[in-house]
Structure formats: structure tokens, C-alpha cells
């Protein structure tokens, strides 16, 4: 496939850069231009009792680490629209977009508000599918106002030539809370990130990602949780599966910025090892300027427990039947939370169709 | 009686901020020309091709640029810092030799008891010059060697040139290039194969002119299956100018040597600690670092393990403690190349009074690292919200047999804890104070009794029977 | 008649967020005497205990806490042990790279205010750790770190015996301890009590309180003291429970 004009965005930076020869300090993806052919807008399908119109909502703004993929999205996208959910609403049917990358099209690049009226609740599910020559710039910006809550579950699926840059921006008000869910199952290069500001007092905020690296799919991601609210509490759990020669990057970050006084905060991060051939990179970032507060990460990394293969493997499963198995076991607390059973299943089929390597 | 003081007070300073008259016999002029260079080198009387190595780091540090990461050293001017002083007295074997002013500093320092006492040799490094050095005879006996750089450039040629700058290239960043230019002073030790070095050598740096830098060279070579403890403690009285410390150190652990590495790092509070350490460990080999940051203005310091052999291990344990005016910046960094090869490091950090402690480390697992493990454990106490604490650790794994774990924390001293500690009759500040001993225990234990006495002196922590 | 050395005056007390615990209690502990307290869940018998220990935690919104003739009700933790009051927690804090030896050696040292002969204190402390059944590599484990349940009471009672305080109150000691535990503690409890120092026992159990000689007991129900009375009140509620006790509505 002849790619269109490409620009290299340079994104996904660590907050605080470390040594050079790491390599991690930051990512690089190859976007193609806008102008071979119409922008496609998003599919988005609205439950009763949602509005959508033009963006009028102050915005949150982004980390430096984030702002080259945000200035893209903006920049190579239509007008953005604004989800609003209004005020001590319950909203149970998911907010769904959709957008679905066709061979011949350009870069798909958009920017979609969420605004969360106080009281109110409603999920909304992103889902990434195709593959096109340009690749896809998305921007997805939610603000939580007072005791709001806010699920936001973005699945990408994309083709396995597809490159992908995406950055979500959410902010949570006093009480209100905001649960972000990245399944990254797709494409060739990605770049995700993720920056939370828990700002309003006793707000909390939690980001749990899951992803499977296969082929030689190239993932990055950028995850950011900031304390700045007191008694604000939030957790970045990750659950990964490196196969075949993939390659993935984590920078998570949890920064407790002074004044956060009794803040919470844990990251923890399992990667499954299945091939001799991955690289695994993780930099799990503590930054601490407020005293009362407690930070915690783990990270651990390995292959499939040996004794669980042979248990499994002494019941009758082959050897890959049990390590896919064991891979579905390590993402299961985190596919729980995807609300949707249709979604759902399709990320298990998907999981299940990368692994069976046979 | 009165009853001791106990509280987490600053590093004690008073007695190391000493200034003695200039007392120096000689001083380069400031800045760092290709002339001075060459005038070093002459005045050591060094063999060629040492002076080649010097005139190419020169290059080199002309050519690199500054970090691009870390605290910034915008109050380091190089035209300022007068690289090399040499204090006025020859090198002799004894104590009683030195000049008056010098006996005394030491003697403050404690030092000739602590050779006495339990110590081999001691070399006492002041300004640029190694001024003292001694070695039992028992050790010359077994055949090792344990003299001064410019010493075993001469005598020990061969070996100082197999080694010397080739783990830690002046290629690498400025300051080691800078360090290749216009090194002086620091220990070489060589032990044979199969000794064991029964008591710990220790050598003990100073810095004394104002505006000197200092670049001791520390090289250690460990003959397959010996045993050597090797002990670095370094102070400095404060100062207006700014002082530079961009030493190195390079350990070779052949197979199935092992190593331990121990520093106090109690430089005052104008120095910029720029140092570099690192180790390559053959197989079967063990390096172990114990590591306890304290003083300086700003240090940037990461000993580094690099697992060769099969089977090669390496375990660090460090304790920084950062106050008013501080960026410490320390870490590790750790590189497995070879199978069945381990690596463990447990650091430990406490930042007051606005001090800025940095925890900065790299675990690299290459391919060809089958079978190893890795386990990382950081914990950081903070006092106060004028303070900061950051980790900022990374993880590069190129297999996946490789058992890798890493665990952090963060947060201050439980008020439980506190509580729990009052209630048996200790003040608060007493509390406090018992717990910081408590958090760094885990270096204190791994040093010799002289240094942990010293160590908790540097917390100010008076407890009676505080260790063991 | 024995001198006072606890005096608890028409206590009111609450958590920091407000919410109140203890309504208008009173209590007189003398020298040589051992009270227990008894109650149901909620009663408020731990905020006691820590409330006379002066735990930050809680405020003091009415009343007095007098202890050998001196108003504490002010005073702080550390001031409290100096003056002879020792707690023996519930669930004791474990404090890491600080040896049980030396800790207690510092405890002791800050309570009677003069410095310990090293070789007198540590024989002293073998033949308590004896008493108490404690293998003597306890001495050298960093305090409480990893101990067992059990292991952690047995910690408390020695640190009882070597600060040998004026008032020893016991939080629930003898909870989750086997048959043999209790005995131990109970040793060790019988080898402190004197004619001169006084106890407060707060338990759930009999199994302690078995062969104590009991001075008083006090029935604790929403922060106040329903009932006083002596051992016979024990059996009542291993028989009954404290269904009596709670038909009063509580006090606002």
C-alpha cells in the first residue's frame, strides 16, 4: 500500500527524560497528510436524554508529554462536537463511537468533547476498526463536573498495517469520577496516551489498560494519573501479552502534586512474555511533591508460570491452548469491566484469534 | 546525667567544615587548555601513551555537549574551577611524616585510629595528591597491591593499561571525558587469584582549595575467586565557589571474585558530585555496592553493574538523603548479558526541608540473557511538603526468560508508627528520629561498624546502642 | 484506702471527623487494684484506652483524665508513659529496622529519664523473654515485623514487664491467642501485678480474667458505663450477653 505524504509526529514524552540511549524519552509515529480525500467524520450514536452539538465547553488541556498528538487531532480534524450529558442524569444504554478506517482514505483525525453535568452518569465506548494509508490522529476530552461519573472505554481493533495516535484527556471535578478503560488489541505503530487530573477534592479517577502485542505491532503508551485535589484516589492497573516479535513501550506516571494532601495512588503493571523475540519496555514513574499522600507501583514481567502450563497441560490442553489460557486469566479482572457484552466478546475473539498461532 | 540529644536533624557539618590555610604547593591556572593537559601529565612524569588518553579526552570534552536530563549544572562555570591542586607533601608511608596541618585534619577526621583499629591499609586522599598511603604486610605477603594511580601508572604498567578507561569510555559524556583529561590521584588495588583481603581497605578523599575539582581515578582489579572489601568515604568544608567532583571508578570482578564496593558520599554543600562507577563482573563473579548519599550541592551518581559472565550477580543497596539546597540525583544501572545472571537493588530515599531526592535507575535484559532475574525495591520517606521526591525507573527487556519485579513507595513516616513509639515514652522528634534510623538500617548494616557509627553521626541520631 | 492513681471525670470524646464515641464516662482505678471493662462492639472501650494514652486521633470535648493527682487530659503520648501509663495495643504497630532489644532499651532509658547498664538490662530482658516463653532471637528481630498474632501480644506483655508502669491497660489481649498463649500472657501479667501498680483489662474473654483477682468490673455500652459491679458481672454476660445493659436509651 503506497502510504500518502507523511509527517513524523515526535509524542508520547516522559515526564521527566531520563538517558538518551534508553530510548524511551519519547515515541514516533508516521501519520500521512489530510489532503487526498474528504475527512470521514466518526459514526455516534446517541442514547435518549444525550445532546450533541459544537464544542462550546472550556476544554481540558493537555501535559507536554501529550500536546504534539492533541495539536494534531485539532489540526487535522473537523470542527469538534460535544457530548453532553445533562445535570443528575443517569444514562444506562452506552454513548457509542465508532470509526471505522477505510483502505483509501487519508489521515482520520477527530476531537470529541464529553461534558458531564454534576450528578450525572453515563458510559461511552470509543471503538477503532479498519486500516487506511493516512492512519488515525483521535483526540477524546471528558470533563466530570461535581459528583459526575464518567466510564469511558475506548477499544482499538485496528488492521494490522494501521498506525494509530490517540490521547485522552479527562478531568474530574469535586466527587465526581472517572473510570478509563484502553484496550489496545490492533495496528502496526500506536501511540496511546492518557492524562487524568484528579483536581476537585475527594475526586478519583482510575485508568486500566489492556493489550496484546503480535506480529511486529509497535505499541506505545503514555499513562498519567495527577493528584491535585485532597483525599483524591486513583490506580493505573495495566495487563499485557507481548507475542511473536512485537514491541511495547509503558510510561505510567502518577504525580502527587503538593497540596494533595491524603492522596492515594497505586500502578501496577503484568506483562506475559510469550516469544523470545518481544521487547518490553516499562518505566513506571513515582513523582511526589505532598507529603501526606501514599504512592505505590509494581511492575512484574515474565513468561507464563511453568507449574500452571504443566497443570493445564496435564489436563489435556496443548501447550498453546494453556497459555492462552493463562493470558485470558491475567486480562479477565480488566475485561470484566467492559459493561458491554457484545464489545466484550469481541475483544476474547479477537484475543483469541492473535494467539492461536498454530 | 544528661540524656543525649535524638533528632532527625541535618548532617552534622561542624566538624568537617575545617578549612586549613591554602596549602598548596602548586596550582594550575583556571580553565582547561590543551597546555594544562600537558603539564599535568609531566609533572607525574607519565609514560606516553597516558598522555595520549588525556589529549583525546580533552577532544572528546570539547565536542560533547551538557546532559540533557537531570538538575541543572548552570552554576558550574569550567573556566573557574582550578582542575588540579597538589597540596604540599610528598607521599610517605608514615603517619608522622605528613605536614602538621594535614595529621590534624585527618586526625579530626578520625582516621589513623580507624586504621589502626580495623582497617588494612588506608590511603588518604588531600586535594589531588594520595598523601598517605599504608598497606600491611600481611597483604604485601599474599600479593596484593594497593597504592596510589600515579604509583601503579609507573610500576604497574601493563595492567593499569589494560584497564584503565576501557569500562568507562570518554566517549560516554562530558564530565568522564573531562575526568580523562585531567585525572589525578585514587587507589589501585590488584589481588591475586584466590585471596581473600580479611579486613576492608579503605582510602579517604578531600577537598580542601577553594574552587578545586577533583578527579581521583579508582581502579580495582580482582583476580578469579578473591574476596576484597573496598571502602570510599569523602568530605569536603564549604565553600563560596563552586567545587567539582567528577571522579571514576572501574571495577573488574573476574570469575567467581567477589567485590564489595562501599561509599559514604558526605561532600559539603557547594560540591557538584558528578562521579562515575561502574563494574563488569565475569562469570560466577559478584560486585556489591552499599552506597550512602548525603552531602553536596547537586550529585549526579549511578554505579552501574555490567553482568558478562554466566551467572554474574549484583546487588546494590543505597540510602540518599536529601535536605535545604539539594538535588541528589542517584539511581543505578544495571545490564544483563549473560544467562542465569541476577541483580538486585534496594534503594532508599528521604527528602526534607525542600531537598529534591531522585531515584534514577535502568535494568537492561538482552536476548542472550536466559534465565535471569531481576528484583528492584525503592522506598521513599517524605518529611514535609516543601520537599521533593521522584523515581524514575526503566525497564528494557529483550526476552522473555527473564523473571523481572519492581515495587516502589512512597509517603511519610505513619503517624501509627509515631503514635506507637510515644507511647513508650520517646518524644516525638525522638520517634521520628528512631524510624529514619529504622528506614536506613539496611545500609547501615551492610558497613562496617565505623562507617554505620559515622552514617548515623550524618543523620544526627545520638540513640545509645543504636547499632546492632 | 488505696490512693487514686486513675481518674476519669465525665469523659467526653470524639473521632476528628466529629463523631462522638465516649458520653460522660466516669472511672476510678486505685493503686493495687485491677478493674476490667466489658462491652459489645461499638462500646467504645478501645477509644478509651487510647483516649487516657492521649492518641492524637481523638479529641477530648468534655471532662478530665487525672492520673496520680495530675490533669493529663492535656498532655501528650510520650509525657503520659514517662508518668507510668502503658497501653498494650490491639494490633501493634510494626517498626522496621529497629531491633525489639534496642527499641526497648530506649523505651525504658525515656521512661526512668537515666541511661541502662547494657549487660544488666540484657540479662534481664532474657529472663522475662524466658518467662513469656520467647525464643531469645526475638531480641534481635526488627519490632513486630512479621511476628505472628500472638508473637505481637507476647511483644507487648514483655514491653510491659521491662518499662513495669504505674498503670498497665491491656486492649484485648488475649484475643486470637490459643490456650497456651493465654497462659503465658497471664504469667506474665501475674508477675507484674503488685500492691503498688494498678491494672485495666478491656476483653471480650474469661479466659484471662479466669484466675486474676478482680477488683472491679464495668459494663461499657455507647460510651458511658452502664453498670459496676464485681466478678459476678463477668459470668452474667458469658451467660446473658449484655442484652440487659442495652435496653437504656442511649444518652445524646
Known sequence: ?358 | MERKRTQAEEIERTLYDIRDPENTLYKVESGITEEIVRDISAGKNEPGWMLDIRLDSLKKFYELDMPKWGPSLHELDMSQIVTYVRPNAPMTDNWSELPEDIVRTFDRLGIPKAEQESLSGVGAQYDSEVVYHSIQDELLAQGVVYTDMDTAVRVYEDLVRDHFMKLLKNTEHKFLALHGAVWSGGSFVYVPDGVEVAMPLQSYFRLNAPGAGQFEHTLIVCGKGSKTHFIEGCSAPRYNVVNLHAGAVELYVNEGATLRYSTIENWSRNMMNLNSKRAVVEKDGTIEWVSGTFGSHITMLYPMSVLKGEGARSEFTGVTFASVGQELDTGTKVTHLAPNTSSTISSKSISKDGGKAIYRSSVRIAPEAKNSKSSVVCESLMMDSDSRSDTVPVMDIQTDDADIGHEAKIGRISEESIFYLMTRGLTEEEAKAMIVRGFVEPVTKELPLEYALEMNRLIGLELEGSIG | MNRELLEVKELTAALETGEAILHGLDLNVGAGETHVIMGPNGAGKSTLANVIMGHPNYHVTGGSVWFDGADITEERADRRARRGIFLSFQSPEEVDGVSLENFLKTAKSAVTGAPLKAFAFRKELAAMMQTLEMDSSYAGRYLNVGFSGGEKKKSEILQMLALNPKLAILDETDSGLDVDAVKIVARGVDQYKNDENALLIISHSTRLLRDLAIDRVHILVDGSVRETGGRELIDEVNQNGFARFLSRTAPV
Not at chain 1, 76 to 84: E, H
Open chain 1, 1 to 358: 500500500m503506497k502510504r500518502a505524504d507523511t509527517m513524523n509526529l515526535k509524542t508520547n514524552y516522559m515526564q521527566v527524560p531520563t538517558w538518551s540511549w534508553l530510548k524511551i524519552n519519547s515515541a514516533e509515529v508516521a501519520l500521512g497528510n489530510q489532503e487526498i480525500e474528504e475527512q470521514k467524520a466518526p459514526v455516534i450514536i446517541l442514547p435518549y436524554g444525550v445532546q450533541m452539538g459544537p464544542l462550546t465547553a472550556a476544554v481540558p488541556q493537555p501535559p507536554e508529554s501529550l500536546a504534539p498528538t492533541v495539536k494534531a487531532a485539532r489540526e487535522s480534524g473537523a470542527a469538534p462536537k460535544q457530548i453532553t450529558i445533562p445535570a443528575e442524569q443517569t444514562i444506562i444504554e452506552p454513548i457509542r463511537i465508532q470509526i471505522d478506517l477505510k483502505p483509501g482514505d487519508s489521515l482520520a483525525a477527530e476531537h470529541v468533547h464529553i461534558q458531564a453535568e454534576p450528578g450525572s452518569s453515563a458510559t461511552v465506548i470509543v471503538q477503532l476498526t479498519g486500516e487506511n494509508l493516512g492512519g488515525h490522529c483521535g483526540l477524546i476530552t471528558c470533563t466530570a463536573e461535581e459528583d459526575a461519573r464518567l466510564h469511558l472505554i475506548k477499544a482499538q481493533m485496528l488492521g494490522a498495517g494501521a498506525t494509530h495516535a490517540h490521547v485522552i484527556l479527562g478531568e474530574a471535578a469535586a466527587g465526581a469520577d472517572l473510570q478509563i478503560l484502553d484496550v489496545e488489541l490492533g495496528g502496526a505503530t500506536s501511540a496511546s496516551g492518557c492524562n487524568i487530573r484528579l483536581r476537585g477534592k475527594e475526586s478519583s479517577g482510575n485508568l486500566d489498560c489492556l493489550y496484546l502485542g503480535s506480529g511486529s505491532t509497535t505499541l506505545d503508551l503514555n499513562y498519567r494519573i495527577a493528584y491535585e485535589g485532597a483525599l483524591t484516589e486513583g490506580d493505573i492497573t495495566v495487563r499485557g501479552a507481548l507475542a511473536d516479535e512485537s514491541r511495547k513501550t509503558l510510561r505510567s506516571t502518577l504525580d502527587f502534586i503538593t497540596g494533595a494532601a491524603g492522596a492515594k495512588g497505586r500502578e501496577d503493571e503484568a506483562v506475559l512474555a510469550l516469544s523470545d523475540k518481544v521487547r518490553n519496555l516499562s518505566s513506571p514513574l513515582l513523582l511526589c511533591g505532598e507529603d501526606d499522600v501514599e504512592g505505590q507501583h509494581a511492575t512484574n514481567t515474565g513468561r507464563p508460570d511453568q507449574e500452571k502450563l504443566f497443570y493445564l497441560m496435564s489436563r489435556g490442553l496443548t501447550e498453546n491452548e494453556a497459555c492462552r489460557l493463562i493470558v485470558e486469566a491475567s486480562f479477565t479482572p480488566i475485561l470484566d469491566k467492559v459493561a458491554d457484552e457484545a464489545l466484550r466478546d469481541t475483544m476474547i475473539q479477537r484475543i483469541r484469534e492473535v494467539m492461536r498461532r498454530d
